[in-house]
T-cell receptor, first 113, second 111 residues
Framework: GAGVSQTPSNKVTEKGKYVELRCDPI?????LYWYRQSLGQGPEFLIY????????DSGLPNDRFFAVRPEGSVSTLKIQRTERGDSAVYLC???????????FGPGTRLTVT | GQQVMQIPQYQHVQEGEDFTTYCNSS?????IQWYKQRPGGHPVFLIQ?????EVKKQKRLTFQFGEAKKNSSLHITATQTTDVGTYFC???????????FGRGTSLIVHP
């Protein structure tokens, strides 16, 4: 079946602009995670959804970052007033439940110029 | 906060040699997961360990979870070129299954 999908695959934006990154998890997976990964680093946790609610947003670096999952499936990560330091690959993962193995999407490479 | 450290950062081996990567946590873990990321790809789940002293095998891969649940290792026997990639450990603690990833060990296999 279909895995986790993310759009766009690449996004180039200017400093100060607003961006939205989308994640389509595997159907039926209640848990959804957002990470970002910089070159040479492991994935860095941003936020975790269980169903529609953000169960843990402790990884969001500041209030420019926000994420939603209004119907418990698709999630959108929103970044306001982007900065060059936001450039990274943003990964989404889903799992059947909080304890399940995580299936990662291909990521969105964000470049802020 | 919790820190997960992995060593080595890079490992070059000749095809057929063995490979081991080590993962150490600053706190006791409730579980540890291992992922493989091929160059240009995304992390792919390999295994999860939850019990103290647990050992699991997948073909040529052997995963161990330390008795104190603060360290783990991944050992690959007789590496192949298809083993190339970065291997990440990710530990959860405090009842949370939100994992903290290590920096990964990049395995380069020379034919």
């Amino acid at each position: 079946g279909a895995g986790v999908s993310q759009t766009p695959s690449n996004k180039v934006t200017e400093k100060g602009k607003y961006v939205e990154l989308r994640c389509d998890p595997i159907s039926g997976h209640t848990a959804l995670y957002w990470y970002r990964q910089s070159l040479g680093q492991g994935p860095e946790f941003l936020i975790y959804f269980q169903g529609t609610g953000a169960a843990d947003d402790s990884g969001l670096p500041n209030d420019r970052f926000f994420a939603v999952r209004p119907e418990g499936s698709v999630s959108t990560l929103k970044i306001q007033r982007t900065e060059r330091g936001d450039s990274a690959v943003y990964l989404c993962a889903s799992s059947e439940n909080q304890m399940g193995e995580q299936y990662f999407g291909p990521g969105t490479r964000l470049t802020v110029t | 906060g919790q820190q997960v450290m992995q060593i080595p950062q890079y490992q070059h081996v000749q095809e057929g040699e063995d490979f081991t990567t080590y993962c150490n946590s600053s706190t006791t873990l409730s579980n540890i997961q291992w992922y493989k990321q091929r160059p240009g790809g995304h992390p792919v789940f390999l295994i999860q360990l939850v019990k103290s002293g647990e050992v699991k095998k997948q073909k040529r891969l052997t995963f161990q979870f330390g008795e104190a649940k603060k360290n783990s290792s991944l050992h690959i026997t007789a590496t192949q070129t298809t083993d190339v990639g970065t291997y990440f450990c990710a530990g959860g603690s405090g009842g949370s299954y939100i994992p903290t990833f290590g920096r990964g060990t990049s395995l380069i296999v020379h034919p």
